[in-house]
């Protein structure tokens, strides 16, 4: 358990991380959490997102770039930080996306793929899976239509039960990091009253593909993946945002959102995350992607973090309390 000084450090902060400690580490009342969380639209980061988005819907005038202060990535964070989906400033920041925001014709590599995608409306996705998944998850957070993207999220699952932007440049073995974006929104998807049978399905077998690599090993030859084949993701470092890439923590915390029952597949992942925590009872952050975040969360590389320390925390919990059962 978190001791005195970690859970006041944390409740010292902004609403976003104040609610999610108050209802998943302490055990607040529902009502006082829901009135913590109404501030996310009204005060601190979140209000600052929302005071960001543009007259045309967007935020930095685009669904999607690589700068990470794109309509996809604010809506990420929103979703992140516990946006209510029902409150007015949600529905009226993810109502412009719905009516304006629309996909350019230029994928990730910079390949023009207008036939394929461009002009389709926001919450239509486009053509990466990795994309999709993040645009699916928010899409579905927010309570929109993402029809299209699940269908296409769904038939494009390889044999090995994961995803893989590479699958239409050839590649037949799936990848961590689209993976988690898929499930992610898969997940999403499933708690809302518009979920199908072949959707749980999919995701339960993209979910066998983390379990049987024990979340960060391979499965040809049991070795630890400390990154990708590109090297641009380290799975055994943690970061906040995330964005497209894969870490223990993040397949951690889908696992616990997704109310997987603790095994021992998992058991060298939870070694690693309390492996990391410091003598203060915290976690650092220890990779922070490139890019340009729209809002300064004044966390820093190498410095405690609050959103690590809370996201492990409660996997942490999650894995304990399943142990006294």
């Known amino acids: 358990m978190p001791n005195d ?17 108050m209802r998943d580490l302490i055990g ?7 009135a913590e969380r109404a501030k996310v639209a009204t005060e601190g980061w979140g209000a600052r997102l929302l005071a960001l988005q543009g007259a045309d819907g967007s935020w930095a005038g685009t669904a999607w770039n690589h700068g ?13 930080f ?16 719905h009516d304006h925001v629309r996909w350019m014709g230029w994928d990730w590599d910079g390949a023009w793929r207008g036939r394929d995608f461009a002009g389709n409306p926001f919450f239509a ?34 044999p090995d039960g994961g995803w893989n932007c590479e699958a239409e440049r050839g590649s037949t073995r799936s990848s961590f990091n689209t993976t988690i974006c898929v499930l992610e929104a898969l997940l999403e998807y499933e708690l809302t009253d518009r979920n199908t049978p072949e959707v749980t399905e999919a995701r339960l077998r ?35 945002p995330t964005w497209w890439h894969y ?32 003598g203060d009872g915290r976690w650092l952050l220890e990779v922070q992607y490139s890019g340009t975040m729209p809002v300064e969360m004044h966390e820093a ?7 690590i320390t809370l996201r492990a925390l409660r996997v942490l919990d999650w894995w304990y309390s399943s142990q006294d059962r």
């Open 5 to 21: 000084s970690v859970i006041a450090w944390l409740l010292d902060s902004d609403p976003s991380i104040r609610w999610q400690v």
């Open 28 to 34: 607040a009342p529902a009502q006082e959490v829901a």
């Open 68 to 80: 990470w202060d794109s309509t996809m990535h604010v809506l990420s964070l929103l979703r992140e």
């Open 82 to 97: 516990g946006l209510d989906p029902a409150s007015n400033e949600a529905r009226r920041a993810v109502g412009l996306v």
């Open 125 to 158: 996705g486009e053509v990466e899976p990795c994309i999709n998944g993040q645009v699916g998850a928010s899409g579905a957070y927010f309570g929109q239509d993402i029809q299209r993207i699940m269908d296409r999220l769904l038939a494009e699952q390889l």
């Open 206 to 240: 993209g979910q066998e593909y983390l379990l049987e690599r024990r979340l960060f090993r391979r499965r040809s030859t049991g070795e630890v993946i400390e990154r990708d084949r590109e090297g641009s993701t380290a799975f055994t470092r943690f970061a906040f």
């Open 247 to 278: 870490d223990v923590l993040r397949g951690l915390e889908y696992l616990r959102r997704a109310g997987v029952s603790p095994d021992e597949r998992m058991a060298e992942a939870i070694d690693l995350i309390e492996s990391k925590r410091d």
């Open 301 to 307: 590389e190498g410095r405690p973090s609050r959103w």
